[in-house]
T-cell receptor, first 114, second 118 residues
Framework: AQKITQTQPGMFVQEKEAVTLDCTYD???????LFWYKQPSSGEMIFLIY??????QNATEGRYSLNFQKARKSANLVISASQLGDSAMYFC???????????FGKGTTLSVSS | GAVVSQHPSRVICKSGTSVKIECRSL??????MFWYRQFPKKSLMLMAT?????????EQGVEKDKFLINHASLTLSTLTVTSAHPEDSSFYIC??????????????FGPGTRLTVL
């Protein structure tokens, strides 16, 4: 069975510092995709970054990067230079085959202080 | 990224009534859309997979007669909560999967619908 584990219920960071949100996954499929979404208090789910299981390089999108360690089955999200607006819930998710729904972790609440 | 809209954003209804929620992909065609439910401070739980032109696939434990899903076109899926009860109060959120272009297989989410049943 597929599973996503986020072990940090909450994380605190100061503005301009970098923060890493942990995510580990479990799947027996050789082909899968890993996603990170941000959910602010408004409720919308904002797509941040994607990593394919066969991608050789770690994905990056602006201040977001995904530290993909396939052997460890981890896909940690790194946010550089945190901003107050980064305060939100962050979800790690996985899709195993094209077309399947996402399996979500329990989420990590990130709080950025000035 | 692709845009998915959802309507209404909030709805309050009386117990026993039915509520329809629309999910639209605005700038792409989506043969597959997904409906999730989220309780406060919890993760998203998949309710069903909506397939254009065919019946939806429901997750175990989700009543298909209570949560009716229709995906009549490549840009629209609807979720109807029939005979709503207070325990149906929740945040319902849909997503649509991109099937072409640089972000193929990425799922984009609608802004969600907060349902309150009195």
């Amino acid at each position: 069975a597929q599973k996503i584990t986020q072990t940090q219920p909450g994380m605190f960071v100061q503005e301009k510092e970098a923060v890493t949100l942990d995510c580990t996954y479990d799947t027996s499929d050789p082909s899968y995709g890993l996603f990170w979404y941000k959910q602010p208090s408004s409720g919308e789910m904002i797509f941040l970054i994607y990593q394919g299981s066969y991608d050789q390089q770690n994905a990056t999108e602006g201040r977001y990067s995904l530290n993909f360690q396939k052997a460890r089955k981890s896909a940690n999200l790194v946010i550089s230079a945190s901003q107050l607006g980064d305060s939100a819930m962050y979800f790690c998710a996985m899709s195993n085959q094209a077309g399947t729904a996402l399996i979500f972790g329990k989420g990590t609440t990130l709080s950025v202080s000035s | 990224g692709a845009v998915v809209s959802q309507h209404p954003s909030r709805v309050i209804c009386k117990s026993g009534t039915s509520v329809k929620i629309e999910c639209r992909s605005l700038d792409f065609q989506a043969t597959t859309m997904f409906w999730y439910r989220q309780f406060p401070k919890k993760s998203l739980m998949l309710m069903a997979t909506s397939n254009e032109g065919s019946k939806a696939t429901y997750e175990q434990g989700v009543e298909k007669d209570k949560f009716l899903i229709n995906h009549a076109s490549l840009t629209l899926s609807t979720l109807t909560v029939t005979s709503a009860h207070p325990e149906d109060s929740s945040f319902y959120i849909c997503s649509a999967r991109v099937t072409s272009g640089s972000d193929t297989d990425t799922q984009y989410f609608g802004p969600g619908t907060r349902l309150t049943v009195l």
